[in-house]
Antibody, heavy 121, light 110 residues
Framework: QVQLVQSGAEVKKPGASVKVSCKAS????????ISWVRQAPGQGLEWMGW????????NYAQKLQGRVTMTTDTSTSTAYMELRSLRSDDTAVYYC??????????????WGQGTLVTVSS | NFMLTQPHSVSESPGKTVTISCTRS????????VQWYQQRPGSAPTTVIY?????PSGVPDRFSGSIDSSSNSASLTISGLKTEDEADYYC?????????FGGGTKLTVL
């Protein structure tokens, strides 16, 4: 069965970076895209960006441009999301989600369990 | 970029029918598919409707989706409400470069 398993919770200081992993199993990794979505405490869902696991093309949300990098390692079927220059308002649960399309943005059919990133001095 | 606007909360009694709206601010609601996700506290979202009106396997037919071009909105309708339907519901759509979520609607079944 399709599974997306994310790395564990992180606590970071303001200005630091965090890298969250998302290991996929149960499907051909390069046949789909991966999006990252975050949810601040008590808030709604915010799309952060997308990467095609097929060719590595990315598309980032405008507000995060310059601070976020998404990559994949096809040898281990793992996607990564790195966020730099962390601020307190980056405190959130970060989800990876499988895009139903390989090469373009679409919708999400499977989600990781979420990774809590806390930014605090 | 467009926005998707949902009511903040809705409530209804068990057995009744509720409809949650999702209005697109610019561009046609029909230009890109709309999806609906259910999120229970402490859990990741799950899809209840994709491609405007399609139900994933395992989602009961009490859940249905539609779009209305005249109001430029999408709707999620849940009939025969059960207490287990109490959750947050998010609509989602996209264009060539952006994915957008609605702000979410808290459904209370009381």
């Amino acid at each position: 069965q399709v599974q997306l398993v994310q790395s564990g919770a992180e606590v970071k200081k303001p200005g630091a970076s965090v890298k969250v992993s998302c290991k996929a199993s149960g499907y051909t990794f390069t046949s789909y895209g991966i999006s990252w979505v975050r949810q601040a405490p008590g808030q709604g869902l915010e799309w952060m960006g997308w990467i095609s696991a097929y060719n590595g093309n990315t598309n980032y949300a405008q507000k995060l441009q310059g601070r976020v990098t998404m990559t994949t390692d096809t040898s281990t079927s793992t996607a990564y999301m790195e966020l730099r220059s962390l601020r307190s308002d980056d405190t959130a649960v970060y989800y990876c989600a499988r895009d139903r399309q390989q090469l373009v943005l679409s919708d999400f059919d499977y989600w990781g369990q979420g990774t809590l990133v806390t930014v605090s001095s | 970029n467009f926005m998707l606007t949902q009511p903040h909360s809705v409530s209804e009694s068990p057995g009744k029918t509720v409809t949650i709206s999702c209005t697109r601010s610019s561009g046609s609601i029909a230009s890109n598919y709309v999806q609906w996700y259910q999120q229970r506290p402490g859990s990741a979202p799950t899809t209840v409707i994709y491609e405007d009106n399609q139900r994933p396997s395992g989602v009961p037919d009490r859940f249905s989706g539609s779009i209305d071009s005249s109001s430029n909105s999408a709707s999620l309708t849940i009939s025969g409400l059960k207490t287990e339907d109490e959750a947050d519901y998010y609509c989602q759509s996209y264009d060539s470069s952006n994915v957008v979520f609605g702000g979410g609607t808290k459904l209370t079944v009381l």
